[in-house]
């Protein structure tokens, strides 16, 4: 029932006009008498008629509650809730957001100069950076221009908090589907919501400012902006690209790696022009030699190889062979050898991290490698050891597993590969990625059984003896942090191992197999020292609680 002008609730707020209205509730502009000023006022219900002509009974939303205990310039504030039982609506009052949405500026103006989207993405990317920091966070879930509201002096507000929820760690998927078709990221509909998927929503959202490109309808295919407008940075293209990718790990992480970008995108400009140079450097080179081809033919040929050969043969720093090998790989990109050349490199040096793995692989999937050779099956052999043994990614077991297991697979699935060497421990390596893959689904559903456990400690026995052929100088660190989460696996699992069968002797077998090899080690590194020690310390104890639990789990069958 529409609220006449004039109408003063509680007291106090006098009803001006309707601002907006939804299914079961209307907003209007409010005066407040007492403090003269103006509220927005959300009126629902207190009894409604649901789609299939169910009475409902409203109460209080969840995003109110929510919503009063945030406090940031970007978040509407609740200010006051009027909830009488024998009054039949509900009353919300909140600011009153002064504005345009940014959906009805694309529609009057089209897309949006580029140096204001990123000033409004930086806003919103602190908003969220806010909502995901709260114990626990909250995910925001509608990111899309109609919720976000452009304020005369040039600052955004988000609004329409009602399917913002809470994230909880153990909660594997959120009961519905909840988001703007387009907008929403491909968790939204049946997987878990999480950060990233605010990250995927404000890259989509972006998108849709600088394009005008409506990603709503079923026909809408997605498209690198520059393609709609070559003038927009190649930066903001990258950042973009990167916050939509389709699987959450291959996103920004949360909103500080994101922050950091939009702020530096034109250092990204800067590296993708540089990089645009040397491929013109490298087609200008090419041209010229295309030429000398037609006139000495073999003589080219052979100076071209010779060239390579060079580049990859240096010798010198670290810096120094790195980039006489990236030099190579621009001369013949298609040739495996530089490629394995950065790899001993990155190895030799000990340090493989997000910098080094997004120079490597932008390099890597522009070649035009064939896929059915040897060579090829060596090299992302050598790259998934890379990431297993090498990677810092987020610093954990998991994510070398996880970063190092699709080159495993490409080997393991390639009908041309099976006669490859290293065949058998590739497959070893895929084994623990398809496990760890699965494991948080598997193990939500109670649905690990005896045979996937049984897979995992076969895949973690052969990973410590192949551990005997890594002899960098990091070798004791990089031993000992695997080491340690075998250990721990064995400890912190002990219950669902023996609940599922899994043979004691075997496990213990393992424990004790992590124990020695770790009593072999010298290390002088005081993180690897510290790693070493807390393994050798907490064995007895390991021990002792594995042999209980597995007692007690034989007690209970009996």
Same mark, same amino acid.
């Given at each position: 029932?529409?609220?006449?002008?004039?109408?003063?609730?509680?007291?106090?707020?006098?009803?001006?006009?309707?601002?907006?209205?939804?299914?079961?509730?209307?907003?209007?502009?409010?005066?407040?008498?007492?403090?003269?000023?103006?509220?927005?006022?959300?009126?629902?219900?207190?009894?409604?008629?649901?789609?299939?002509?169910?009475?409902?009974?409203?109460?209080?939303?969840?995003?109110?509650?929510?919503?009063?205990?945030?406090?940031?310039?970007?978040?509407?504030?609740?200010?006051?809730?009027?909830?009488?039982?024998?009054?039949?609506?509900?009353?919300?009052?909140?600011?009153?957001?002064?504005?345009?949405?940014?959906?009805?500026?694309?529609?009057?103006?089209?897309?949006?100069?580029?140096?204001?989207?990123?000033?409004?993405?930086?806003?919103?990317?602190?908003?969220?950076?806010?909502?995901?920091?709260?114990?626990?966070?909250?995910?925001?879930?509608?990111?899309?221009?109609?919720?976000?509201?452009?304020?005369?002096?040039?600052?955004?507000?988000?609004?329409?908090?009602?399917?913002?929820?809470?994230?909880?760690?153990?909660?594997?998927?959120?009961?519905?589907?909840?988001?703007?078709?387009?907008?929403?990221?491909?968790?939204?509909?049946?997987?878990?919501?999480?950060?990233?998927?605010?990250?995927?929503?404000?890259?989509?959202?972006?998108?849709?400012?600088?394009?005008?490109?409506?990603?709503?309808?079923?026909?809408?295919?997605?498209?690198?902006?520059?393609?709609?407008?070559?003038?927009?940075?190649?930066?903001?293209?990258?950042?973009?690209?990167?916050?939509?990718?389709?699987?959450?790990?291959?996103?920004?992480?949360?909103?500080?790696?994101?922050?950091?970008?939009?702020?530096?995108?034109?250092?990204?400009?800067?590296?993708?022009?540089?990089?645009?140079?040397?491929?013109?450097?490298?087609?200008?080179?090419?041209?010229?030699?295309?030429?000398?081809?037609?006139?000495?033919?073999?003589?080219?040929?052979?100076?071209?190889?010779?060239? @390579?050969?060079?580049? #990859?043969?240096? &010798?010198?720093?670290? *810096?120094?062979?790195? !980039?006489? +090998?990236? %030099?190579?790989?621009?001369?013949?990109?298609?040739?495996?050898?530089?490629?394995?050349?950065?790899?001993?490199?990155?190895?030799?040096?000990?340090?493989?991290?997000?910098?080094?793995?997004?120079?490597?692989?932008?390099?890597?999937?522009?070649?035009?490698?064939?896929?059915?050779?040897?060579?090829?099956?060596?090299?992302?052999?050598?790259?998934?050891?890379?990431?297993?043994?090498?990677?810092?990614?987020?610093?954990?077991?998991?994510?070398?597993?996880?970063?190092?297991?699709?080159?495993?697979?490409?080997?393991?699935?390639?009908?041309?590969?099976?006669?490859?060497?290293?065949?058998?421990?590739?497959?070893?390596?895929?084994?623990?990625?398809?496990? @760890?893959?699965?494991? #948080?689904?598997? &193990?939500?559903?109670? *649905?690990?059984?005896? !045979?996937? +456990?049984? %897979?995992?400690?076969?895949?973690?026995?052969?990973?410590?003896?192949?551990?005997?052929?890594?002899?960098?100088?990091?070798?004791?660190?990089?031993?000992?942090?695997?080491?340690?989460?075998?250990?721990?696996?064995?400890?912190?699992?002990?219950?669902?191992?023996?609940?599922?069968?899994?043979?004691?002797?075997?496990?213990?077998?393992?424990?004790?197999?992590?124990?020695?090899?770790?009593?072999?080690?010298?290390?002088?590194?005081?993180?690897?020292?510290?790693?070493?020690?807390?393994?050798?310390?907490?064995?007895?104890?390991?021990?002792?609680?594995?042999?209980?639990?597995?007692?007690?789990?034989?007690?209970?069958?009996?």
């Amino acid at each position: 029932m529409a609220i006449e002008r004039g109408t003063v609730i509680d007291g106090k707020y006098e009803i001006l006009k309707e601002i907006g209205r939804g299914g079961m509730s209307v907003v209007y502009l409010a005066m407040d008498n007492r403090l003269n000023k103006q509220w927005a006022v959300k009126v629902l219900q207190r009894q409604g008629i649901g789609k299939n002509n169910e009475v409902i009974i409203n109460k209080v939303p969840d995003d109110t509650e929510l919503m009063k205990r945030l406090d940031h310039p970007a978040i509407p504030r609740i200010v006051d809730i009027i909830d009488r039982e024998d009054d039949p609506q509900i009353y919300i009052v909140m600011d009153y957001v002064e504005g345009e949405s940014l959906d009805k500026i694309l529609d009057e103006f089209g897309a949006q100069p580029q140096d204001l989207v990123i000033d409004w993405a930086k806003q919103i990317c602190d908003t969220l950076g806010y909502l995901h920091s709260q114990k626990p966070p909250i995910i925001y879930r509608d990111m899309k221009p109609a919720n976000i509201m452009l304020k005369p002096e040039g600052n955004i507000k988000l609004i329409d908090f009602g399917i913002a929820r809470e994230y909880k760690e153990q909660s594997l998927a959120d009961t519905t589907a909840l988001g703007t078709r387009g907008y929403a990221s491909p968790e939204h509909f049946g997987g878990r919501t999480d950060a990233r998927s605010d990250i995927y929503t404000l890259g989509m959202t972006m998108h849709h400012l600088l394009t005008g490109a409506d990603p709503r309808p079923k026909s809408y295919e997605y498209i690198p902006i520059r393609e709609y407008n070559p003038e927009l940075s190649s930066g903001l293209e990258h950042i973009i690209d990167k916050c939509t990718a389709w699987d959450p790990d291959d996103r920004y992480q949360n909103c500080n790696e994101l922050m950091y970008d939009l702020e530096h995108y034109t250092e990204i400009d800067d590296n993708f022009k540089k990089k645009q140079k040397n491929k013109l450097l490298t087609f200008i080179i090419a041209l010229g030699l295309a030429i000398v081809f037609l006139v000495v033919g073999v003589t080219s040929n052979f100076m071209v190889s010779h060239q @390579y050969d060079n580049m #990859i043969a240096v &010798s010198g720093s670290y *810096d120094d062979k790195v !980039k006489s +090998y990236y %030099e190579a790989v621009n001369v013949s990109p298609d040739d495996t050898r530089a490629y394995s050349k950065i790899l001993d490199a990155y190895e030799g040096n000990g340090k493989f991290g997000q910098k080094e793995s997004q120079k490597f692989i932008a390099a890597f999937n522009k070649a035009n490698f064939n896929k059915s050779s040897g060579d090829y099956h060596e090299l992302i052999y050598k790259l998934g050891l890379t990431y297993f043994y090498l990677y810092t990614g987020d610093n954990t077991f998991r994510s070398r597993v996880q970063a190092a297991g699709p080159y495993f697979k490409e080997i393991v699935e390639s009908t041309d590969a099976a006669s490859f060497n290293n065949y058998s421990t590739a497959e070893n390596y895929y084994r623990m990625y398809s496990f @760890y893959s699965e494991f #948080i689904l598997k &193990s939500s559903k109670n *649905d690990i059984q005896k !045979k996937d +456990y049984d %897979e995992l400690l076969k895949s973690f026995s052969k990973c410590l003896n192949n551990l005997e052929n890594y002899k960098n100088n990091d070798a004791s660190y990089v031993k000992l942090t695997i080491f340690q989460e075998i250990f721990n696996f064995l400890n912190t699992y002990r219950n669902s191992l023996a609940t599922c069968k899994v043979d004691e002797q075997t496990v213990l077998s393992l424990l004790d197999m992590v124990y020695s090899k770790t009593n072999t080690l010298a290390p002088t590194a005081e993180e690897s020292i510290k790693i070493r020690d807390t393994i050798l310390n907490n064995y007895n104890s390991y021990k002792e609680s594995i042999e209980t639990t597995y007692a007690n789990v034989a007690e209970r069958s009996n």
